[in-house]
């Protein structure tokens, strides 16, 4: 069992210590990475106390009294804050997959009933409890890849009871004190009309409006509310009415938004003043613009481009360069990405969206704490923020995305507890 009670540690001699800043020295706010070789960072009471290079941290007298992490060779980081998973769900969908490859269209395949309607029923059947316990193993590879905090959404019950039960999933796992990563809970009821409302998509949009979001806030089961707003799933109408209402209930908005085509989503995004848009493969100019003028963070999940072997990815060089906010995450979910793997969607964002490794791990670790609403405490290693670091076995941060496909994570920390370290 984790132990909760105050840490503190001195971690010293890393090759590199990272983290992220937003810089607001550019013509845009931009999120920029400072590089400590030599570092070392001061944990008391859980939160970070201080960082620096070593020998300007082994004179602090504090550093006398606490325990001692030596990280000769290693990059010490933030842990990774994945702020877009479909977290809990039941099966897996590899002959979709086979199809895909075969030249079936993910749009063809969920319009024969395929796609999340698969993955529906397979929730629908299985039981509360069983949905916990894979939930729960997939939360420990999260922490094995570095992740420290993660979002989970529901969208795979698309009744009340369903999504109630994948809400309750989430609620467990955020109390279970044996699992030590932090999860931000979304409620996506409007991830799919379920098969009984295919011809009533009206009555489901009710349905969701009038009795599914006002439960989820008045048993605060979650803090936001996120829409698949995609012209074969919910329109921008539908969208807009959807997240309004999750809004005077109390929720902040996120959105998937312009994945397979566009249509507004990015735009609603904007207007609703949403904490993140995600996705984002087939915005335009004008998106770009919109979002760069926002506090809207884009989230970009290049990890479900891939899988679905796409090509097109989101234009994060545009993006960043327009200064916007911009935010890296899995997508982790059985359908179009199923990695916890943070580095490896690093690589592709190095790879395929032309992102530095600097703007890379800003983006994965401030930029999905901003697009959770958790950069007061969480995401940079900034003093007086919880202590959740991730340490990767190479001596330069570049190696982590370069070496792609891999797991470097040699020790991980949450709030100040080791809670693993290949070391030993
Ligand atoms: O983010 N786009 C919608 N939702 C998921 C896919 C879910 C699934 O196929 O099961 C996504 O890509
Ligand atoms: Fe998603």
């Known amino acids: 069992m984790a132990d909760r009670s105050a840490q503190n540690l001195f971690i010293h001699n890393a090759a590199q210590v990272i983290t992220p800043a937003l810089s607001t020295s550019g013509p845009s706010p931009a999120l920029a990475l400072r590089v400590i070789e030599d570092g070392a960072v001061l944990i008391i009471d859980s939160k970070i106390a201080a960082l620096g290079p070593t020998r300007d941290l082994k004179s602090d007298p504090r550093v006398q009294h606490v325990p001692q992490l030596n990280c000769t060779d290693c990059v010490v980081a933030p842990g990774f804050v994945d702020s877009h998973t479909h ?70 019950g698309l009744d009340p009871d369903n999504e109630f039960k994948i809400l309750r999933v989430v609620r467990r796992l955020r109390e279970d004190s044996t699992l030590p990563v932090e ?62 209402t999750a809004r005077q209930h109390g929720l902040k908005l996120k959105l998937h938004a312009d994945q397979l085509t566009r249509n507004g989503g990015a735009q609603l995004a904007v207007e609703l003043n949403a904490i993140s848009a995600d996705h984002l493969e087939c915005i335009e100019d004008r998106d770009v613009e919109a979002l760069s003028h926002s506090n809207v963070v884009a989230t970009l999940l290049p990890g479900a481009t891939f899988h679905l072997g796409k090509g097109n990815y989101a234009p994060a060089r545009k993006l960043i360069d327009s200064g916007a906010r911009v935010a890296l995450a899995t997508d982790f979910n059985p359908g179009t990405s199923p990695t916890v793997n943070m580095q490896m969607v690093l690589s592709l964002a190095c790879s395929q969206l032309h992102m530095s490794p600097a703007e890379a791990f800003a983006a994965a670790t401030l930029g999905g704490a901003m697009a959770l609403n958790r950069h007061g405490d969480r995401g940079s290693l900034d003093p007086g923020k919880a202590a959740d670091l991730a340490i990767f076995d190479v001596p330069d941060y570049r190696l982590v995305p370069y070496h792609f496909g891999m797991n470097h994570v040699r020790a991980v920390i949450k709030d100040g507890q080791v809670l693993f370290d290949h070391w030993n």
Request: hydrophobic letters at 35%; a negative charge.
């Open 87 to 156: 977290l809990v769900f039941a099966g897996t969908r590899q002959l979709e997959y086979e199809k895909r490859i075969q030249g079936t269209s993910y749009e063809e395949i969920a319009a024969s009933g395929g796609g999340i309607q698969e993955t529906v029923r397979q929730v629908r059947r299985t039981s509360e409890d069983s949905l916990l316990e894979a939930a729960k193993q997939r939360c420990r590879e999260f922490l094995d890849h570095g992740t420290t905090t993660l979002e989970a959404k529901s969208g795979y």
């Open 183 to 244: 999860i931000v809970s979304t409620f996506l009821g409007a991830h799919e009309i379920p098969e009984e409302f295919q011809k009533d998509r009206r009555g489901y949009v009710n349905l969701i409006c009038s009795q599914m979001i006002p439960k989820v806030a008045q048993e605060n089961l979650a803090e936001f509310c996120d829409v698949f707003c995609e012209r074969t799933v919910f329109n921008l109408g539908e969208s807009r009415q959807i997240l309004l």
